[in-house]
């Protein structure tokens, strides 16, 4: 009883928040205000009024994703704009808001609707509640087989060695970071992919012993371990790796911690600063000031005008993009298969940034919204695709209690994979990868961990 005023509460929020998107939107109409400050208030609010209460909760990181590429940017640009900032990158203003029409608004709105209500309404507060009784399960039951772990990490280990003999050398790593991380991985693909999966295994394996089965680990194990990861980070950009080995890291621990506004709004803010020292590293100095940092930010993420492009000269369902990760399948059969006829951002890359992919081999990254839009004749239909994969999220999280815990491993991974998901599309060509690497580490956890109900006394290893 004492929740149904609370309910009634947030329900009269909710519907006063509508009520008052639709007279910003006669408003707009009007051009009294900027149209898309309909959508960047409506998306916050929405998190607001309905936000979750767990860390590891889903719609979190689908309230980050419009957070980094629909809310800063916007705000960031009309902080410039009323404050008249000079821009001092040498390409100045390259996107302006205030052109971004009404529709690519209204797909981000959308979008970021169906996933946030979904998932809150079927991975609910009170699951996460009852995981704490899962983990103090484990801890009395699950044990390490700690000479099969020093294994792991000796393969492990090799495997970045032979990737940084082959990408050439300590020589050229050491002298020519840049160029060398950006034009000598050719032909270490599945190496590569590897190797990230790997790494994030290894940091959720030492979180999971220490947050969940509360094992002391020895130094020199412990050593080793951080070591490798360290290097793992070296050779895959310190920018992107970091923050995920952290996450996989605490994710054990985070399962059952609650995340406070506050909390949120300081690793939101340190995120951003692993991300701009990061590409100060990476442009060897050149983003030296905070201010050019945040000037970056704005072209950095700039999904909604690779959308909007889109939508100025496609028309809706025209060419079915969603289906396009299938045509890699046919190299099974010997046939091959141009990247632009499996990748979306590769052919749209190709069509309207066609130096980015033919001289640099690099692309943009179009968002969920650009291949549904592609794929489907109406905006009706994405509560289709987006119901099955909210489903899969549900079935994932509930597999968690299965086991010794390999699934919330799982589980955190799909957490991860939602950034990637919604700045590409729900299959993407590297799906099938992705499954095959799930049952590889289920092997190695089953030959990590194995559950025993005979209480035993807490092991250490070195």
Known sequence: MNNIPRVYFKALLF?????LSIFMLG???????????????????TYLIFRPRFFLHPGHVIFSVYLLYLIMPYTIYY?????????????????????????????????????????????????????????????K??????????????????????????????AAWFSDYSNTY???????????????????????????????????????????????????????????????ILFFFFAPKLLTTELKITRGIVIFLLLIAMFLIGMFFRSEGFYNTPRLGVEYLLSYFNTIFLHDTVLKEYSSGQIQSMFMPFNKMLEIFGTIVPREK??????????????????????QQWPLETDLYLTMPFTALWVI????????????FRLINKGTGFFLFVYAAEIVRIISVFR??????????????????????????YMQRVPKTTETAD
């Open 424 to 449: 590409s599309g729900y299959l993407t060509w590297d799906i099938w990868v992705n499954i095959i690497l799930y049952f590889l580490m289920y092997f190695f956890w089953k030959m990590l961990f």
């Open 385 to 396: 695709p987006a119901l099955m994969y909210c489903g899969a999220f549900f079935l994932i």
């Open 182 to 244: 950006l034009n000598n991985k050719a032909g270490l693909g599945v190496l590569n992919i590897f190797l990230i999966w790997m790494a994030h295994f290894i940091a959720f394996i030492f979180g999971y012993l220490k947050y969940v089965l509360k094992k002391k680990v020895g130094f020199t194990l412990a050593f080793c371990g951080f070591s490798i990861l360290f290097m793992c980070m070296f050779l895959q950009g310190f920018k992107s790796r970091l923050p995920l």
């Open 342 to 363: 499996y990748d979306l951002s590769v052919f749209l890359t190709q069509q309207y940034f066609p130096n980015d992919w033919f001289q640099d081999g690099a692309t």
């Open 141 to 170: 039951n699950v044990y390490c087989r700690w000479k099969n772990l020093s294994l792991l990490l000796l393969v492990v280990f090799s495997g970045a060695v032979l990737f940084l003999q082959l990408s050439g050398g300590f």
């Open 15 to 19: 519907a006063t928040l509508v009520l």
């Open 79 to 139: 902080v410039y704009e009323i404050f008249d900032i000079e821009y001092l990158l040498p390409w100045g203003k390259i996107n302006n808001w205030a052109e971004v029409s009404s529709e690519a608004f209204w797909h981000y709105s959308v979008l970021f609707s169906l996933h946030f209500f979904l998932l809150c309404a079927l991975i609910k507060n009170r699951s996460f509640e009852r995981a704490s009784v899962q983990l103090a399960y484990w801890q």
């Open 27 to 45: 408003l707009a109409e009007l051009r009294l205000i900027d149209k898309g400050a309909i959508s960047v208030l409506y998306i916050a609010f």
